[in-house]
């Protein structure tokens, strides 16, 4: 059972938009920024979003970030093939000593 | 650009210790500025955190491995090093290290991961 919650699966047709929810807790999602990783089959997680909403270099603006109290989204606007990954949310969460956390992941597949 | 490989053996016997090591290139151990941490993916799941570690030694550890778990720097080898003790069937993972920037910005750079599996 992951701390951050998100579905399991997203779908979509090439040129869509999706998005993807993750939902946490005042300690973790409401106290610290969020990032997301993008893992395509059989490799390492990429990082794809950071501090909520931040992209780092080379990474497309398709890919947008957002946050609002205990729960944040992942945007994928003008889906491409290539995209279809498993993305995952994570956060600091500050409850204890203070470690990561991560959402269960989400599969999407482009339709 | 930094670079990670994680090295160690594939295959531990169960209630053995897990042994594996960090090398970077292209950045130091000794920075300010990053924490050097271990991310595992049993097969077919989700992304668990194990620990990082800081140049000063300062760590910070999953509270349900911590019993379990030692993690250290070798700064005169430019690695970092994880052990996880007693491990059973339930270890078996991918094994990633990874720079950790800040607690907002994540981990910006990751190995490619090392498989290991724990059977008697």
């Known amino acids: 059972q992951s701390v951050l919650t998100q579905p399991p699966s997203a779908s979509g047709t090439p040129g869509q938009r999706v998005t993807i929810s993750c939902s946490g807790s005042r300690s973790n999602i409401g106290s610290n920024g969020v990032i997301w990783y993008q893992q395509l089959p059989g490799t390492a997680p990429k990082r794809l979003i950071y501090m909520n909403d931040q992209r780092p270099s080379g990474v497309p603006d398709r890919f947008s970030g957002s946050k609002s109290g205990t729960s944040a989204s992942l945007a994928i606007t003008g889906l491409q093939s290539d995209d279809e990954a498993d993305y995952y949310c994570?956060?600091?969460?500050?409850?204890?000593?203070?470690?990561?956390?991560f959402g269960g992941g989400t599969k999407l597949t482009v339709l | 650009q930094m670079q990670l490989q994680e090295s160690g053996p594939g295959l531990v016997k169960t209630s053995e210790t897990l042994s594996l090591t960090c090398t970077v290139s292209g950045g130091s151990v000794s920075s300010s500025s990053y924490y050097w941490g271990w991310i595992r993916q049993p097969p077919g799941k989700g992304l668990e955190f194990i620990a990082t570690i800081y140049y000063t030694g300062n760590i910070f550890q999953n509270p349900s491995l911590k019993s379990r778990v030692s993690i250290s720097i070798d700064t005169s080898k430019n690695q970092f090093s994880l052990k996880l003790r007693s491990v059973t069937a339930a270890d078996t993972s991918i094994y990633f290290c990874?720079?950790?920037?800040?607690?907002?910005?994540?981990?910006?750079?990751w190995g490619q991961g090392t498989v290991v599996t724990v059977s008697s």
């Open positions: 990874a720079s950790e920037v800040s607690s907002s910005e994540g981990f910006d750079f």
């Open positions: 994570a956060a600091w969460d500050d409850s204890l000593n203070g470690d990561w956390v």
